[in-house]
């Protein structure tokens, strides 16, 4: 059960969470976690980042609609029915209108825009400027550029079936882009917008994380459990970590001084802690149901995650590392951004 928190009314910050079924986002208040609004912003939001300046949060919609999980093989990679194209996203009642990269205005509240951003985009990156997304194109087993002030498509580039994950390295030169089936992992160049390497991981990599120095990078295997250590010098995996039983790892996040490394477990319904230079497991906290995206609190206090199958978020102390509370979210939440206020 977890505990009233104690409000840090001082906190100038607000988390996002996009809300896939329900096509709205919440805010949550960073003083004392209240709601501060909920946005609607169209169908099946996923992936959700804050502009570098914070005035503008943009959200990844899809008008493909959900489908169940796929089933898994023997090497914990997901079978899709090939008759259908190349994946079970693959519907023929998809709205394709409705995919795009929304625009919220932070001040406002509102939706001031939809980017296109080509077919089915799941998640996406922004470009250490500002200027550019780098998206996941779940459906056409590609990624996309688009120019945020030209709002135009300036790249298509081809990747592995399903991608999913898409971070930008910490020098900006390239943007690594994760495909659920077969564990591919695709480097963009970002001056070519070409793949300048490929390599395998285990099955369903979701996300990648950075840290700032060294040429190390972290990417987590769903369907077995695992966390890939990345030479991003060399494009290669260096060191495998097996996480806690039962671990379906998702999202994984640095603390603001490097130092921790944050694993959301999926159907755990736990956070793995874990050093990020050592590796060592450092603790596992409980919360809420299968928990998905996360992130922490500018000054590095509080985690947040979405749990969608119980539409809440929960609110952890890393002082403790343990959850003080849950806040009520729409239907399904999947991702989470912060910005200033």
């Keep these: 059960m977890a505990c009233a928190v104690t409000p840090v009314l001082a906190a100038n910050y607000q988390v996002y969470v996009t809300n896939e079924r329900s096509g709205d986002v919440t805010v949550i208040n960073g003083g004392d976690f209240s709601i501060a609004a909920t946005i609607p912003v169209g169908k099946r939001p996923r992936g959700i980042h804050a502009s570098p300046g914070g005035k503008t949060v943009y959200v990844a919609l899809s008008g493909t609609p959900v489908g169940p999980p796929p089933q898994i093989d023997a090497h914990g990679n997901p079978i899709f029915d090939r008759k259908k194209g190349n994946d079970d996203d693959d519907d023929a009642n ?3 209108a409705a995919d795009g990269i929304g625009v919220l205005d932070v001040a406002t509240k509102k939706l001031t825009a939809k980017l296109k951003a080509g077919s089915d985009p799941e998640e996406f990156a922004l470009s250490k400027d500002g200027r550019h997304i780098y998206i996941s194109n779940e459906d056409t087993k590609s990624a996309t550029v688009i120019g ?5 498509l300036e790249h298509i580039i081809p990747v592995g079936l399903e991608p999913e994950g898409v971070s930008t390295t910490p020098d900006g030169k390239q943007f690594y882009v994760t495909c659920e089936a077969g564990g591919d992992i695709y480097v963009v ?6 793949a300048v390497a490929h390599f395998k991981v285990n099955g369903r990599p979701r996300s990648v994380a950075f840290l700032s120095a060294g040429g190390i990078g972290f990417i987590p295997s769903e ?4 966390l890939n250590v990345i030479d991003t010098v060399n ?4 060191k495998i970590i097996a996480l806690p039983a039962g671990s379906r790892p998702m999202s994984v996040k640095l603390s603001p001084d490097e130092k921790k490394l944050y694993v959301s477990n999926g159907r755990a319904g736990t956070i793995s802690v874990l050093d990020s230079h050592s590796y060592e497991l ?3 906290i409980k919360v809420g149901t299968r928990p998905w995206g996360i992130a922490l609190s500018p000054d590095g206090k509080f985690l947040f995650s979405a749990n969608g199958p119980s539409n809440d978020v929960s609110i952890v102390d890393l002082k403790t590392n343990k959850e003080v509370s849950r806040v009520k979210a729409g239907s399904s939440p999947w ?3 912060v910005t200033s206020q």
């Design 282 to 284: 450092l603790d596992t």
């Design 235 to 238: 494009a290669k995996v260096m």
């Design 148 to 152: 945020i002030a030209s709002a135009k």
């Design 223 to 226: 369907s077995t459990g695992e």
């Design 94 to 96: 998809a709205d394709k």
């Design 335 to 337: 991702g989470i951004a």
């Design 189 to 194: 160049d970002t001056g070519s917008y070409s």
